[in-house]
């Protein structure tokens, strides 16, 4: 049997400003399923106050020589302004925002109450039965909430992706 050696899969948070634009994400989406690479998270907001640049954050796993390819194919579309690989740039934070539905009746719902306290969610909404916490945090800070919910009566989570900012005075 020969076996070929696979390259290290790197995660990598890229921030790409482009025109604000019809067809854009699909253009950018599909240099990423022309080489089946997958899109962790996408997010995308509008920046500026006329409408006409947004900001797309893409969480993404790969070799760096497939991660270096596809953001020169991305800086070479015409309505990119930018790209920036924060991974690369230096420190950068990074949070993201989550819904988690958790159901529950006495001592599940004290424990729930006593994790969100711990994780500084908040409590949204509730019924005799139920909560919706929201969180915000790095991915990782959500995944033990969720991990932890999951014991005492996790129904639903939505998860809204990544954003991303290099750290200091200067923009990516």
Not at 118 to 138: C, M, N, P, Q, Y
């Amino acid at each position: 049997m020969i076996h070929i050696p696979q390259e290290a899969q790197e995660r990598h948070v890229l921030t790409i400003t482009v025109d604000n634009e019809a067809g854009i994400l699909a253009k950018i989406a599909g240099l990423f399923t022309a080489r089946g690479y997958n899109i962790d998270s996408l997010t995308v907001a509008d920046i500026t106050d006329g409408h006409d640049v947004s900001r797309i954050t893409i969480v993404t796993h790969g070799p760096p020589p497939i991660i270096d390819q596809i953001r020169a194919q991305l800086e070479r579309l015409v309505p990119v302004h930018k790209v920036t690989d924060l991974t690369e740039v230096g420190p950068f934070v990074e949070r993201e925002l989550a819904l988690i539905k958790v159901s529950g009746k006495g001592e599940n719902r004290v424990e729930a109450l006593r994790l969100a306290d711990v994780f500084r969610a908040k409590v949204v909404d509730t019924t005799t039965s139920s909560f919706i916490f929201e969180l915000t945090g790095a991915p990782d800070k959500i995944n033990s909430f969720v991990a932890l919910m999951k014991e005492l009566g996790l129904v639903e989570v939505g998860r809204t992706g990544i954003v991303g900012m290099i750290r200091g005075a200067t923009a990516a």
